[in-house]
């Protein structure tokens, strides 16, 4: 009975998550079409490749996310940030730290998919990097 109880909740978990990932590829989606519509000039190459770029750089983003968020995080554990535990919310740390978070990366999504997703993509932002000029 335990192990039914256990896996039940194992597999409600991977629903979960598998409805969040499915709900962020879809927003990834969203987000290219906008932005290749309405945001950036399209460079030459097929939608799909730019798509592919589009997807590194915004893996990369959620990567940068993560890593800011859970470094602020740990930064306010600092007794010097002590007086956020007198905020009238539930987890002011989680919460500044997700907001400082999300602030620095919309500036750096915005900028990498300008420069590389919309601009040749990672190979040929990477060769322009590796090239010498004289």
């Known amino acids: 009975m335990q192990f039914l ?13 598998a409805a969040i990932a499915l709900g962020a590829l879809c927003g990834m989606g969203v987000n290219f079409v906008i932005s290749r519509r309405f ?3 399209p460079d030459d190459r097929a939608a799909h490749e730019q798509f592919t770029s589009f997807l590194v750089i915004s893996l990369t983003t959620l990567l940068l996310r993560l890593l800011v968020a859970f470094a602020l ?16 919310v539930a987890a002011p740390q989680e919460r500044i730290a997700h907001l400082g978070a999300v602030g620095l990366v919309v ?17 040929a932002f990477l060769a322009n990097k590796a090239a010498v000029r004289p």
């Open 5 to 17: 109880l256990t896996a039940g909740f194992a597999g409600a978990h991977t629903l979960y998550a």
């Open 39 to 41: 945001v950036f000039a």
């Open 107 to 123: 500036l750096y999504s915005f900028l990498a998919h300008k420069h590389v997703s919309f601009a040749g993509g990672v190979l």
């Open 73 to 88: 995080v740990m930064l306010f554990t600092l007794s010097i940030f002590d007086w956020l535990n007198q905020l009238p």
